[in-house]
């Protein structure tokens, strides 16, 4: 009888996943909670540091996870795991039960939400939005303000819940300075007349080809870096955005007027995820995400046997990363169900 | 039998401590500045000398504040401390009644038993016998309490008590040894001579048939005279220094005197007249939610009667003031910590003897070396005359919601405003003040202050209860200054606020600055009442809890803050409101960042209930320029 994996979690990380253990032959089933599987990805509009369309990697994961031996069960949020000898139950929030021999949990990441730091005003002031809603505006091809008009000068704000003490996240997001960069050289050419400032306390550049596109935006695209965090936002009396910060470089306070605000919301561990780790025994460290049983040489492994984690269930990762730490999960997998 | 060595021990310890008390209480009187000598004479002389007298034998001897709050533990105290005094005072009338003088030496009436061992055989003088059986017993059960606290401090109902230092070890043991050795010597003399009641009467029979009750007797007299002896002379060097202390203390309360912010002899008797009795530690947020347990106003008083350096506990506190509601002596502890932030780092100090008994008055608190502050660069200009000033303060500029909650507030009461610092502004100072730098808070508030008297305007709005205090109590302002919930509850009642009722179910935190601090319970959940249906939380008023967001600790991390604030929220959310509502920014972007509930500010409720006005205003144009216009066509 072929054995049987679930995967909790249809983005990145589950769909690599999925792909991958089909090949080696075992019956999978890939469990999402939105309508399509996907994840954050169907959001992006292109990625770094190539910029290339988003929907080529989409592509890639729904042509592995396509045909058979591969379930894609939709709209369903798996709430909890319980193991029983070499099997685990399974259920979802409706309270339907399903078995598997082994599992993955690829639950990923939210993004930060960024109301909770009332003092950059998303939510109160109309043209503050985090870099998902520029995504957003990318895709649809239009970056204008709520009166509809255009903007000309746009602030970004890195850092934004991350390495944030006041917040409860002491670590780095490490994949929002390069987002930062990518996005504002798109701002410059959907807008070539816009002036674009991003507020950085350090530029983590540290991914293959990152630190050239920083280099790129700057030279080519004539993006200015101001070293300091934005400390408050209010709105003037015409509607534009007044921010309060510090060059720190120059050591002098700043006060600049923006017409629009993006906040690069940084990583956390997910909602579900935290449900689901929590009724199931998983265990978390002190930033919330998954804490893998060794971080050199058991990132995949949970402290529970036959539970495995792929990607940014444990820590913020780029789709490279993920993709990769997908496909070692599947490799302790395989060995866990030769095993058993 | 008129004498005996066995009370020189007992003689010398009442005459050292009663003198002493007079010692200590004329150099304090000497110490205390002349309009509080002023105060105490008119005090002590005047109306408030019946009510000092009140309280002393509701406080001190019934401990009736203590009872309320934590009955075992009242009972405790009021046991050992009303429990002698009857003993004392029955004992001196049975003295004078029985004995064979009147007017005796203290000793006669203390050693009553010894001396007049055939006492008590029937009748009245039985009856006698049993009266003062009966007190000593309530003084044992509650002896037998404390010795129970002292190694679980649950029986009482306590959850944390104080740590001890060797010299209140022996201190506590000789207290614990005067009534067991009491109890022992009346027993076996009573079993010698088969007098006594219930308890020495049948201890002294029960002891009686196996010992030789006569030879057995004396020692035991000579220990309740030397535990007695020993307990009165090293009284001042432990915290049983409260006994006494806390006499002058409630005539000098009483009399008007208040902390103030300069050391001075009223600072030295609250330090001593603290009992360590510990409820400050049970009342401390940081104590039951951050585990922090060893900075509680308890050490704090302790530290400074032992010459410490305190600065690193004087700086670990939230400064709500929740022991200074819960203290059963009623010493003004968050004032007397300001005063320790003030002096900064003190030297710790060996002490003699001589120096323990007669701690050194003047350099009690080195004054901190003179900074330089420079304010120099703030921008002075002229603000538009105006007839009410809105303060949103820093804390408000980081939460927007609250400051634009506020303009739509002023904007459909339709009073002529001005928004001082919409555009930035400059500190109130009293964080500053809060870190114990006076001098460096005081450019801020001149800066301020000039500002205001410029603008011509009667009445100050602050929605921020740290400037609410500071504003009220440390500017010298010729404005009614309000926080915005006064406001508010002022505009709804002279009818220029027309609010909707919102269906929802409200819960509401009292900030520390604006409850215990300035005394502001009523107004925000007057307002709140009027817009929704506000519920209980079993932490009103005087007893709410602080968010744990307080400037006023700069020791503790953000996580041990997050952990008080998870508590609190937890606390205030457990019947599902629908907003946790508050009136300081602090508070809200502390607790918001705690509880999946919506938490508000009482200003961003009232903006949602404005009845918006029929007709609508041009939005184009700036809100402040229509009504102006109106005006003008008026």
């Known amino acids: 009888m072929n054995k049987h994996v679930v995967v909790i979690g249809g983005g990145v990380a589950g769909m690599e996943a999925a792909g ?37 990697v989409k592509e890639y994961l729904d042509n592995i996870t396509s045909g058979e031996g591969i379930k894609i069960i939709t709209g369903k949020t798996i709430e909890k795991i ?172 700043l006060k600049m007027l923006v017409d629009m605000l993006v906040l690069m919301a940084g990583m956390e561990m997910s909602e579900e995820g935290l449900k689901l780790g929590d009724s199931s025994g998983l265990k978390r460290g002190d930033n919330r995400f998954f804490s893998p049983a060794d971080h050199h040489f058991g990132s995949n492994k949970s402290n529970l046997k036959g539970i495995y984690y792929a990607g940014t269930c444990t820590m913020p990762m780029n789709i490279t990363e993920t993709i990769s730490h997908a496909r070692a999960a599947v490799m302790d997998v395989i060995e866990y169900l030769k095993e058993s | 039998m008129q004498f005996d060595p066995f009370v020189i021990p007992f003689n010398i310890g009442l005459y050292f401590i009663l003198i002493y008390a007079v010692v200590r209480s004329v150099i304090w009187f000497n110490d ?195 535990s007695l002896g020993t307990f009165f002379i090293l009284l001042p060097l432990t915290r049983y220094m409260h006994i006494p202390t806390e006499l002058f203390l409630i005539f000098a309360r009483n009399s008007g005197i208040k902390t103030g912010d300069q050391p001075g002899a009223f600072r030295e008797i609250q330090i001593y007249s603290c009992s360590s009795c510990g409820i400050c530690i049970d009342a401390c947020q940081l104590n039951f939610s951050a585990g922090i347990t060893n900075i509680q106003s308890a050490y704090l ?92 303060g820093c804390m408000t500029h980081l939460t927007p919601a609250i400051k634009n909650s506020m303009v739509a507030i002023l904007e459909a009461s339709g009073v002529r405003y001005n928004f001082l610092d919409e555009m930035g502004g400059v500190c109130c100072g009293r964080p500053l003040m809060l870190a114990g730098q006076d001098r460096e808070a005081r450019e801020l508030i001149n800066h301020n202050s000039q500002l205001i008297w410029k603008s011509g305007a009667h009445t100050l709005v602050t929605s921020c209860p740290i400037c609410y205090k500071v504003f009220k109590e440390s500017y010298y302002l010729d404005v009614e200054v309000l926080h915005h919930s006064q406001f508010i509850k002022n505009m709804i009642e002279d009818g220029s606020l027309k609010l909707n009722f919102l269906r929802r179910k409200v819960t509401y935190h009292a900030p520390c600055e604006l409850g215990r601090g300035s005394g502001v319970y009523d107004e925000p959940k007057d307002v709140l009442r009027y817009v929704a249906r506000l519920q209980e939380t079993g932490f009103e008023d005087k007893n709410s809890l602080c968010c744990g967001g307080s400037l006023g600790n700069i020791k503790i991390s953000s996580r041990q803050k997050s952990m008080i604030a998870h508590d609190v929220a937890a606390e205030l959310t457990k019947d599902n409101p629908d907003i946790l509502a508050t009136s300081c920014p602090l508070c809200k972007k502390t607790l918001a960042a705690a509880t999946t509930t919506k938490v508000a500010d009482i200003s961003e409720i009232v903006a949602d209930a404005i009845i918006k006005p029929a007709i609508k205003k041009k939005l184009t144009e700036p809100a402040g320029k229509v009504k102006m216009q109106a005006d003008f066509q008026n």
């Open chain 1, 20 to 56: 991958q253990l089909r090949k080696t032959g075992f019956e999978v089933s890939l469990f999402e909670k939105e309508e399509k599987p996907g994840g954050h990805l169907n959001k992006w509009y292109k990625l770094f540091p190539d910029r290339r369309p988003s929907s080529e």
């Open chain 2, 301 to 392: 008083m302790k530290g400074i009667r032992n010459n410490e350096n305190v600065s690193d506990i004087a700086f670990n506190c939230l400064m709500c003031g929740r022991c200074d509601q819960k203290c059963p002596v009623g010493i003004e502890l968050t004032p007397l910590r300001m005063l320790s932030r003030r002096a900064g780092e003190t030297v710790e100090s060996e002490q003699t003897i001589l120096k323990k008994y007669f701690p050194d008055r003047k350099s009690v608190l080195p004054a901190r070396p003179a900074a330089d502050p420079s304010y120099t660069f703030l921008k002075q200009y002229e603000p538009a005359k105006t007839d009410v000033i809105y303060f949103a």
């Open chain 2, 32 to 226: 205390l500045s002349r309009p509080d000598k002023l105060r105490l004479q008119r005090g002590f002389f005047g109306k408030t000398f019946g009510q000092s007298i009140k309280e002393i034998f509701l406080e001190s001897l019934i401990h009736r504040k203590i009872l309320k709050s934590n009955p075992r533990l009242g009972y405790m105290h009021m046991s050992l401390a009303f429990g002698w005094f009857l003993l004392i005072l029955f004992g001196t009338i049975e003295a004078d009644v029985f004995g064979a003088h009147h007017l005796n030496a203290p000793y006669k009436s203390i050693f009553f038993k010894f001396f007049n061992p055939e006492h008590g055989r029937a009748g009245f003088e039985a009856a006698y016998s049993f009266l003062m059986d009966l007190i000593l017993a309530f003084i044992l059960s509650g002896l037998l309490l404390a010795v129970i606290k002292r190694f679980s401090s649950k029986v009482v109902g306590m959850k944390k008590t104080t740590k001890l230092r060797v010299l209140d070890k022996v201190a506590l043991t000789s207290l614990w040894l005067i009534f067991p050795s009491r109890l022992l010597a009346e027993s076996f003399t009573s079993g010698a001579y088969g007098t006594g009641s219930f308890l020495t009467g049948s201890l002294g029979s029960v002891l009686a048939s196996f010992l030789p009750a006569q030879e057995m007797a004396y020692p035991f007299w000579w220990l309740y005279s030397l």
């Open chain 1, 82 to 253: 319980v193991q029983n000898k070499n099997q685990f139950h399974i259920s979802d929030k409706e309270g339907s039960e399903y078995t598997a021999d082994a599992v993955i949990v690829a639950t990923g990441f939210d993004l930060f939400k960024s109301a909770r730091k009332e003092e950059y005003g998303y939510g109160i002031y109309d043209n503050v939005i985090t870099s998902a809603d520029l995504e957003e505006m990318f895709r649809k091809g239009s970056i204008t303000l709520v009166n509809g008009r255009t903007p000309e000068t746009i602030g970004i704000v890195h850092c934004v819940g991350s390495r944030d003490e006041k917040m409860g996240n002491l670590y780095c997001s490490k994949l929002c300075c390069v987002t930062a960069v990518k996005q504002a050289i798109e701002i410059r050419e959907h807008l070539p007349s816009a002036k674009v400032f991003c507020f950085y306390m350090d530029m983590r550049m540290g991914g293959a080809y990152y630190e050239e596109l920083y280099r790129e935006a700057q030279e080519e695209w004539g993006v200015n870096f101001i070293r300091g965090k934005v400390s408050e936002v209010s709105e003037s009396i015409n509607n534009r955005l007044v921010i309060k910060s510090e060059d720190t470089l120059a050591g002098k306070p």
